[in-house]
């Protein structure tokens, strides 16, 4: 895999983005239904027990390795597993955000409306727990416990209608936490001084492609150069047409050596590929990974998906 030196580069403010309808959440899946997805491919280097029967249809399947090459072929992207092999790139990251003062066992998420915390990840911190993770993922609790708190925390990096260039511009900033002129991403890094950023972009850009690559290169290279590991996540739509958002992000993360949480893989077995009528919003249940009709919706596989992706980079970062 290709290699790059990273480069440090001056946080640039760009003009304010352009809004996307309020997502709405769809009722429980319906417990009558017997349809159940196909497996998910992942890869972890965690050993997981998948005796118990009612979750034997979720057992991760690893997909064949893309071969390296000095540039990611357009349609690989679709052959990257769901959760990747964290590499040596990232861990000098880490290595330098520790330097910094980054706090390991805090994350920041950055995104769009799919990252709002009534919904993403924030179960992780309830008590009691709304959550099961089932015999299957109970090797995850100890990432749960490890960034207790991050889970539920309102993002300073999160809006409804937020795009790439929005990360990059004081227009977006929650004038109660930032300072004059700081990005909403520069703002987020600094009060919650992260060591892992989970960014998760592209809906919004669908209408400004051409730009997409250079703002979120931008996004990624002050991400390195706070110390901070980002974590990019292809996107479950495709809103531009030709799934052009996802092959960028793909390459971008390919470039620079960094985790990509191939999210998109991961809901290409459930009905309608996890997205609602509306062709962008996910599908909605209760994060309960041991129970299969629940396990048709998206969220379910999204909060589960993150959380692995989560553990992956702890167990890699801790080397």
């Not at 089932?134 to 795009?163: H, K, M």
């Not at 996540?233 to 531009?240: C, F, I, L, M």
């Not at 629940?294 to 970062?317: S, Y």
Request: with cysteine; glycine share 4%.
């Amino acid at each position: 895999m290709k290699r790059i030196l990273f480069l440090i580069i001056i946080l640039v403010l760009l003009s304010a983005c352009t809004s996307a309808p309020a997502p709405t959440q769809t009722s429980e899946v319906s417990e009558t239904s017997e349809v159940f997805p196909s497996p998910v491919p992942t890869l972890s280097n965690q050993s997981q027990n998948t005796s118990t029967p009612d979750t034997s249809h979720l057992t991760p399947d690893t997909p064949t390795p893309v071969p390296p090459t000095a540039t990611l072929a357009p349609d690989a992207w679709q052959q990257m597993p769901v959760i990747p092999v964290v590499s040596e790139a990232a861990r000098l990251i880490h290595q330098n955000g520790l330097a910094l003062g980054r706090d390991p066992q805090r994350f920041s998420k950055a995104g769009d409306c799919e990252s709002t915390t009534g919904w993403y990840l924030s179960t992780f911190d309830t008590d009691p727990p709304t959550y099961s993770l089932g015999e299957q993922y109970s090797y995850l609790q100890p990432t749960i416990d490890y960034y207790a708190g991050s889970f539920e925390r309102e993002s300073i990096a999160v809006r409804r209608g937020a795009n790439t260039a929005s990360m990059l511009t004081s227009f977006w900033a929650d004038p109660n936490f930032c300072e004059a002129g700081e990005s909403m991403l520069a703002c987020e890094y600094r009060v919650q001084n992260p060591s892992v950023a989970l960014i998760a972009v592209g809906t919004n850009d669908a209408l400004g492609v051409d730009n997409f690559e250079e703002q979120l290169r931008r996004i990624i290279e002050f991400t390195i150069a706070q110390g901070i590991v980002p974590v990019l996540s292809t996107k479950a739509d495709n809103a531009e047409g030709d799934h052009s958002i996802n092959a960028i992000v793909a390459k971008l993360a390919y470039e620079y050596d960094i985790p990509l949480w191939n999210f998109w893989l991961a809901v290409q077995p459930l009905p309608n590929h996890g997205l609602q009528d509306d062709g962008f919003h996910l599908t909605f249940a209760g994060n309960y990974f041991d129970d299969p009709f629940r396990m048709e919706a998206a969220w379910p596989w999204r909060n589960l998906t993150a959380l692995q992706i989560l553990d992956a980079v702890r167990i890699a970062l801790e080397k």
